[in-house]
T-cell receptor
Framework: DSGVTQTPKHLITATGQRVTLRCSPR?????VYWYQQSLDQGLQFLIQYYNGEERAKGNILERFSAQQFPDLHSELNLSSLELGDSALYFC?????????????FGQGTRLTVV | GQQVMQIPQYQHVQEGEDFTTYCNSSTTLSNIQWYKQRPGGHPVFLIQLVKSGEVKKQKRLTFQFGEAKKNSSLHITATQTTDVGTYFCAGGANAGGTSYGKLTFGQGTILTVHP
């Protein structure tokens, strides 16, 4: 158990809909990262928050947004969903926002868009 | 932007054979991390390399960071069925000598071990 909690574990929704994925980082970790894992795309970095502020942005679509709340949990909002958005979405946390710190990954949310 | 390429994409071995995956970056890296993801699981941190030419070992796993800090490898000696999974490298590029920057994951190498 990494200490990072993601909910829900599975999500099935229709195209055009909007969903929210939730992540609770390890106790004490200030940094939260979101990744998308598709079968043929490996781990794609989406966005990073540190102590409530956006720190880095990766290949995140405009239809996607995220935020980190004062209690440090984070939410990833996906809207106008398309079939191609079906993937495993991981949240990871680390103690700081540097690149030398190991990241702890949650179990992931498997999103299926039908 | 920074690209991290990992090869091979797939590797099938017989139990007891060795396995190596390679990670190459288009730019000089500040550090490299390796993660393992078991089937149906999540990535788990294995190790980090920071110094040019660094070599680290974890039991049957040997990790190397190239002299130019543009490539890295993970070698597993005498694979076991417990080694199955996807191995990812993640290359770091810091900003101006600080600890801030971005980690870019490679595509991963999926290892299958046949008993």
């Amino acid at each position: 158990d990494s200490g990072v909690t993601q909910t829900p574990k599975h999500l099935i929704t229709a195209t055009g809909q909007r969903v929210t994925l939730r992540c609770s980082p390890r106790s004490g970790d200030l940094s939260v990262y979101w990744y998308q894992q598709s079968l043929d795309q490996g781990l794609q970095f989406l966005i990073q928050y540190y102590n409530g502020e956006e720190r880095a942005k990766g290949n995140i679509l405009e239809r996607f947004s995220a935020q980190q709340f004062p209690d440090l949990h984070s939410e990833l909002n996906l809207s106008s969903l398309e079939l191609g958005d079906s993937a495993l979405y991981f949240c990871a946390s680390s103690g700081d926002d540097g690149i030398y710190t190991e990241a702890f990954f949650g179990q992931g949310t498997r999103l299926t868009v039908v | 932007g920074q690209q991290v390429m990992q090869i091979p994409q797939y590797q099938h071995v017989q139990e007891g054979e060795d396995f190596t995956t390679y990670c190459n970056s288009s730019t000089t890296l500040s550090n490299i991390q390796w993660y393992k993801q078991r089937p149906g699981g999540h990535p788990v941190f294995l190790i980090q390399l920071v110094k040019s030419g660094e070599v680290k070992k974890q039991k049957r796993l040997t990790f190397q960071f190239g002299e130019a800090k543009k490539n890295s490898s993970l070698h597993i000696t005498a694979t076991q069925t417990t080694d199955v999974g996807t191995y990812f490298c993640a290359g770091g590029a810091n900003a101006g000598g600080t600890s801030y920057g971005k980690l870019t994951f490679g595509q991963g190498t999926i290892l299958t071990v046949h008993p």
